[in-house]
Structures are given as C-alpha cells and as structure tokens.
C-alpha cells in the first residue's frame, strides 16, 4: 500500500528543506531531535509579531484580548489533540522535560514518601530518569527499572513482577527516542492500576506518529514537546486528571498562578493556571494550533502509515550493508533507526553524513543508560518525518555504506 499523502505538495511546506548542504541537497534525518516547521507555524510567529503582540490574561484593551484568544485557542487545540476532558486539565508547559518535573516536584513531593516505589525503565530519556532520581534523594523513596530485551523491548513479566503495594508511580515513555519502541503503555497503566499506582507516560515521540487518547490510555499525567510535532521549541503540554492536579501543590510561585496574595497569605489560582507561573512563551503557544492543524489535516494515520513505509524501506536497505548493526529491532517501531558500524566511531558516521548533507543524530540521545544496556558509546540514529522520502532513504543508505567502507 502507497502513502496517501503528496509529499512533494508537503515539501512546499518546509523552505528549509529545498536548501543545499555543503553543496548537496539536504537530507533531515534527525526529526526525533525536532521536526522541521511549516509555513503555517512560521507564519502563526510572524503574524502575531506584527498583529497582536500582548501579554495574556492580564490586560483588557484589544491586543492583549486578542494574544489572550489565540492563546487559549491552542489549548483547545492540544485538549483536542490529546482528547482530554477538560481545559483545566491541560497545562501550559516549556516542554516534556518540565512537565516530568513539575509531576515529580509538585505530585512527588506532597504524596512520595519513604520506602514507596517508583518504576521507570531502561528505555527512558535523561528527563525522565533524573527527576525521579532527584525525587528519590529527596524522599528516600527507591527507584526500580524495568528491563528490555536484546531487541528493545520491555520485559514485560519483570514489570509485572515488580508491582506491588509499595509502588505509588509508573512514569514511562510511550515511544523510546533512541530505539523507535512503541511501548504497551495502555497494558501497563491497567497492570499498575491494580496495585493503585498512578501513571505518568513521556509521550515525546509519540504524539508526531500515533494517536493519542489520554481518556482511552487512562493515564494520570501525559507530557510532550511541540517541537517534535511540528511545532516550535520551549512549549509543551503537561495533560493531569483534574482531581489529581487539584491535589498536588503550585511548582513555580509568580504572576498569574495566584488568586489573591498578602504577606500573611497567598491562595492559588484555579486550573490549569495554578501551574503556569509568569509570562509564558505566548508567541509559540499560539503557534502549536497551527502545528496540530497541520497534523490533524493530513492525518495521523496517512502520517504514520507514510513513515512506516519509510521504515520498513530502509531498515531492509540497511540490513544489505555490510559491518552494519541496527540496534533496536521491537516488533511495534516508529520511523525510528539507531545504528552503530564495527570499527567506527558513530561521531565519525555523523560526520561522513553531514559532509553529504545528511543530517543524523549521533551520541546516546540523553539515554546513557539505555545505551550501557546494549555495552555501546552510543549510536547514530535516522529518524522521519511525514515529509521524507525513499529517495532520500536511497542517498542515505548510498553514503552510509560508502562511508563505514571507507572508515572500517
Ligand atoms: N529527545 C532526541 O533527540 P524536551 O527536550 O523537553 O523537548 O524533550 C525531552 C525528551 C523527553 N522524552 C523523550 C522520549 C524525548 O525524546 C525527549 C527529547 C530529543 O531524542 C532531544 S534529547
């Protein structure tokens, strides 16, 4: 079956794209670091750059009323786009990083206590290893991993075997950056239910390649990144059940996240805005509705079914290359390849690419330990987007096996 979509009508999109790379025609294979951005977003910045510029909630003449609809029109958006079942629930974000910080700051310390349990797993990113760490040391309460299979996948009896009454957080990625794994995240969360811990899932990478359904999932608390999905960086969305963001305490004090202060005594705004302190980054807010338009027009489904063609076109093309491993080979994968070659460097491989204008991410993509799991430094990593291409995967796969014939 042949993608749906006109990826060269998408390319017209992306004006970064049709640019050359040290004289050759770029090839952006790092879109698990970030999505390039359409017009459509670009042009969401610009026109409120020079139409509407004002703070948000706080004036009442008719730019900051307009900043101030803009903005909460991107709310609505992400709720859409996640399926929460209410405004409240949706938090303004920087991004998956703070998100996992504000539940492991706020939530963790008013309910996280000694000896309770917390599980993560062995394919989790920096940002959602170290905060829990730092909730740890905080609280004395244990950290436990799950571990993966040879091919990237959880195990999942261990997990099983690790839940008991102790355990009051499961906090794990739905889609693992450096190996492209979908996690069973809605088994898990139903697996965790029944030893009442709650569940938080790092849906980073996957909100650009699956559908997401928070009221399906059932989970606790949902974090992304609008910088993968399109969107611009430094925002992001923290989705809570509103009766468990009810509970939890204000992580940043400020403007806007009040009701009323004195020196004797503050009380704290209702939700979502009791968990967004300051001027927030209202340009890229009002730019994520234009991002999530653009996913929602052309589809999650054609999106994921374009990228999945890409995938299985390349891993087959790459498997050919002699010296050449793949690691991370789940049977459930997004458009996601990490690699490494014998007897060269993946800095090196990165570097060979980029002399072509390949754009590759190479080093342990923030998941050290992920990385000591498979014994290895790191990896190069191809990742797509809905605007790629199999010729694109052709040039790729040519200079990737000339560059490891050349450097092994
Ligand atoms: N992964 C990558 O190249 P921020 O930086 O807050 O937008 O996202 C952090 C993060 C959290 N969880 C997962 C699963 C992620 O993939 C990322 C970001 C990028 O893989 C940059 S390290």
């Keep these: 079956m042949t993608t749906k979509l006109d990826i060269v009508q998408i390319r017209q999109d ?18 698990a670091a970030t ?34 609809t803009a903005f909460e029109e991107s709310r609505e958006a992400a709720r ?11 938090v303004i974000t920087k991004g998956t990083t703070e998100g996992i910080n504000l539940v492991a700051s706020s939530y963790g310390r008013k309910f996280i206590k000694e000896g309770d349990e917390i599980i993560i797993s062995t394919l989790e990113h920096h940002a959602n290893i ?14 436990r991993i799950i571990p993966i299979n040879e091919q990237g996948e959880l195990l999942m009896d261990e997990y099983e075997k690790m839940l008991n009454p102790r355990t009051k957080f499961v906090s794990v990625v739905y889609v693992s950056n450096a190996l492209g794994t979908i996690n069973p995240v809605k088994e898990m969360i139903k697996m965790a239910r029944k030893v009442g811990a709650l569940v938080l899932i790092d849906g980073a990478q996957a909100v650009s390649h699956l559908d997401t359904d928070v009221q399906d999932l059932d989970c606790d608390f949902f974090v992304f990144s609008a910088h993968k999905v399109y969107g611009t960086t430094g925002i992001g969305i923290l989705y809570g059940k509103k009766e468990i963001l009810e509970s939890m305490p204000p992580f940043l ?3 806007e996240m009040i009701k009323e202060v004195s ?36 589809g999650k489904a054609n999106i994921a079914q374009h990228e999945h063609e890409l995938l299985t076109y390349a891993t087959e093309k790459m ?17 996601v390849i990490s690699f490494v070659a014998e007897g060269v460097h993946h800095f090196d491989l990165g570097m060979m690419l980029d002399a072509n204008g390949i754009a ?49």
């Design 14 to 31: 992306f004006p970064i794209l049709s640019q050359t790379v040290h004289g050759k025609p770029l090839v952006y294979f790092d879109n």
């Design 35 to 68: 999505s390039q951005k359409p017009l459509q977003v670009i042009n969401a910045l610009t026109d409120y750059y020079t139409g509407y510029n004002s703070n948000v909630h706080r004036g009442v003449h008719f730019l900051a009323d307009k900043a101030t």
């Design 263 to 298: 020196f004797e005594k503050t009380t704290y705004n209702s939700l979502p805005y009791k968990f967004e302190a300051g001027t927030p980054n209202i340009a890229d807010v009002v730019a994520l509705k234009y991002a999530i338009g653009y996913v929602e027009k052309l």
């Design 253 to 255: 004090g400020g403007g």
């Design 80 to 90: 859409r786009f996640i399926n929460a079942a209410s405004l409240e629930e949706v």
């Design 319 to 335: 498997q050919e290359i002699p010296k050449l491993t793949i690691i991370g080979t789940a049977k459930e994968k997004v458009g």
């Design 360 to 408: 590759v991410r190479t080093g342990t993509h923030c998941t050290m330990p992920l990385m000591s799991r498979f014994g290895i430094s790191g990896t190069a990593r191809a990742s797509f987007a809905v605007y790629n291409t199999k010729e694109e995967v052709d040039i790729f796969v040519r200079e990737l096996a000339k560059a490891i014939q050349m450097m092994s």
């Design 130 to 143: 170290v905060p829990w760490q730092m909730l740890c040391e905080q609280t004395g309460a244990k950290l």
